[in-house]
Nanobody, 124 residues
Framework: QVQLVESGGGLVQAGGSLRLSCAAS????????MGWFRQAPGKEREFVAAISWSGGSTYYADSVKGRFTISRDNAKNTVYLQMNSLKPEDTAVYYCAAEGLGYLSSSSYEYDYWGQGTQVTVSS
């Protein structure tokens, strides 16, 4: 089993940057693909980015491509989401998730474990 704890959210002005972290417990972290999702008020949860177990492959939603970067440090059991050029429409609760088969996926149904989320608010 994997427990996930996100941090790094906050309030930032449009054009600014934030780096989210997701710390995982469990010795099998390095075998999981990891993803970031977000959910804005009144909207469905949407895919943001995913990274393979090794970090060698990444996958992004079109809406964040070129602005966000997902990475991981398996020695620290941590996955990151570097968010640059933030826009007001990026405002949401951001969740990290772990996918047990190691496959990159944009579907939330494929992910087995979820964190509690961290709020990101981008002001205009």
């Amino acid at each position: 089993q994997v427990q996930l704890v996100e941090s790094g959210g906050g309030l930032v002005q449009a054009g600014g940057s934030l780096r989210l972290s997701c710390a995982a417990s469990g010795r099998t972290f390095s075998s999981y693909a990891m993803g970031w999702f977000r959910q804005a008020p009144g909207k469905e949860r949407e895919f943001v980015a995913a990274i393979s177990w090794s970090g060698g492959s990444t996958y992004y939603a079109d809406s964040v491509k070129g602005r966000f970067t997902i990475s991981r440090d398996n020695a620290k059991n941590t996955v990151y989401l570097q968010m640059n050029s933030l826009k007001p429409e990026d405002t949401a609760v951001y969740y990290c998730a772990a996918e047990g088969l190691g496959y990159l996926s944009s579907s939330s149904y494929e992910y087995d474990y979820w964190g509690q989320g961290t709020q990101v608010t981008v002001s205009s």
